[in-house]
């Protein structure tokens, strides 16, 4: 083949592709004509990895608050600096000598906030207790919460979110997310309904003053005592089929103590009350588990989970200042990273890890730079991508995009408060060709418009 006609060729594919990618522009501009989207605002941008272009993009650099898309610029900034195999532990030890099977001295657990940090985990805790010959603690039991500060809200955080589950209290001793799972089952004539509560723990109590099929026992419901700041689990109404509600404990911390030490009597350890104190330098090492930055990333992203996301911004504080760590630190490091993209942080609001605060403030533009520079490292990219939503099949786009191009093509992380309704991360169209997109819709109260509009997009963004 001449020159010539390479060079012919490669013009005709070259004018293809603009032709290619005007036409996805056209298209999607058209979407945003769309009447519902009259009385809000929308920020938009889809850029092409493969060609290393942008084909779309409409106030992408406008300033709009990003709910838990927030949770990628996290994510990848973790990626990036601490590494998939950055771990979360929670360490035990003691001060003082072992005589036979007494301990004379302080039993000590330190917090590393491992947001996953389970039964199971608090199980391998007690059996490294026992493994030690231990069956009398002579001191104290004690907690040490020195790897943060003492703030166990995010800035900005809403005072009337608690007590939900997706506001947790935040602490580098977590136990069980710091949740109870309560389940109510009705059962039959007009008798208190059936309630269970997981984990099992004196550390709450439950008032039952509901009813099964009785209209004259009003709304249903299932609350925390939170305005009295009690740990009193209360149910009220009409039980008319099964339901569940998770809660937050108030707080982490004593919460996690609790168990530990309920644990310990549970397995004949004879051990007294337990206190908040750091740890002195010469303790010995017992045991203590942890999880990976790969195993925290799945739930924070795929389940959209705040305390997962939280414990990934402290371990970014922490690797700026290792005790005591604050909000701060983590976005000093995320700062850093936005620096390291040619953006000046300054432009940007960054308040938390994992979307929930109002004062975070960031652009489309900024996104995808993010979403860009994940794509360039083969080793974050293929991390991210396993942990993010899959359209129609898993996560919290399991319900969404179930049929259709998008279906299986689409990988990306929502996000959604009041007002604002969010879709971020991947798409790979038909040609082949992967695709960075941004979509947030802010000032709009149908997230299902949103969540329809942003469909569409992702739609034609893979045909």
């Known amino acids: 083949m001449s020159r010539r006609i390479l060079c012919i060729t490669g013009l005709l594919f070259l004018l293809h592709a603009q032709t290619w990618a005007q036409a996805l522009g056209e298209r999607l501009e058209r979407l945003l004509d769309d009447p519902s989207l009259a009385d809000s605002e929308v920020g938009m941008m889809v850029y092409d990895l493969t060609e290393d272009t942008c084909v779309f993009r409409y106030q992408e650099k406008k300033l709009f608050r990003p709910a838990s898309v927030e949770k990628l610029v996290t ?11 950055h771990l979360f532990p929670t360490v035990l030890c003691y001060a003082g000598r ?6 004379d001295g302080d039993l000590y657990v330190i917090g590393g906030f491992d947001s996953e940090f389970d039964e199971a985990d608090m199980g391998h805790l007690v059996d490294a207790v026992k493994d030690a010959g231990i069956r009398h603690i002579g001191g104290r039991l004690y907690g040490d919460l020195s790897m943060k500060d003492s703030l166990y809200w995010g800035e900005g955080w809403s005072w009337d979110d608690n007590p939900w589950y997706f506001q947790p209290y ?25 309630v269970t509560c997981h984990p099992p723990s004196s550390f709450y109590t439950v008032t039952n003053e509901a009813r099964s099929h009785d209209p004259s026992a009003g709304e249903f419901g299932i609350t925390r005592d ?9 149910v009220r109404g009409n039980c008319t089929s099964p339901r569940m509600e998770r809660l937050n404990m108030q707080t982490s911390q004593a919460f996690f103590m609790h168990a530990f030490r309920e644990k310990l009597l549970e397995a004949g350890i004879q051990v007294g009350d337990y206190a908040f104190r750091p740890s002195p330098e010469d303790t010995v090492l017992l045991g203590g588990c942890s999880h990976s930055l790969a195993d925290v990333l799945r739930p924070m992203l795929k389940r959209s989970d705040n305390l997962s996301a939280e414990a990934v911004f402290y371990h970014l504080a922490s690797r700026a200042n290792p005790r005591h760590a604050g909000s701060k630190d ?12 040619g953006f000046d942080p300054s432009r940007y609001r960054i308040a938390d890890g994992c979307g929930v605060s109002p004062y975070n403030y960031v652009s489309p533009e900024l996104l995808v730079a993010f979403l860009r520079h994940a794509y360039r490292h083969p080793g974050i990219y293929e991390m991210l991508c396993g942990a993010l939503p899959v359209a129609g099949k898993d996560g919290t786009l399991r319900h969404r995009m179930r049929t259709g191009e998008a279906c299986g093509n689409v990988r990306a992380k929502t996000g959604s408060m009041t007002g604002i309704c969010s879709l971020v991360g991947y798409a790979t169209a038909a040609s082949g060709h992967v695709f960075a997109f941004v979509i947030i819709n802010q000032n709009i109260l149908k997230p299902s418009v949103a969540r329809s509009f942003q469909d569409r997009v992702c739609r034609e963004i893979c045909k």
């Open 75 to 85: 994510a990848i900034t973790a990626l990036d600096v601490l590494g998939e195999k």
């Open 330 to 341: 983590a976005v000093e490091v995320i700062e850093a990273m936005i620096r390291s993209f």
């Open 226 to 234: 939170w305005l009295q700041n009690r740990n009193e689990i209360i």
């Open 170 to 194: 935040l602490s580098p001793l977590l136990y069980c997310k710091d949740c109870v799972k309560v389940t109510v089952r009705p059962v039959e004539g007009k008798a208190q309904p059936e």
């Open 98 to 103: 072992m005589d036979s099977t007494r301990l």
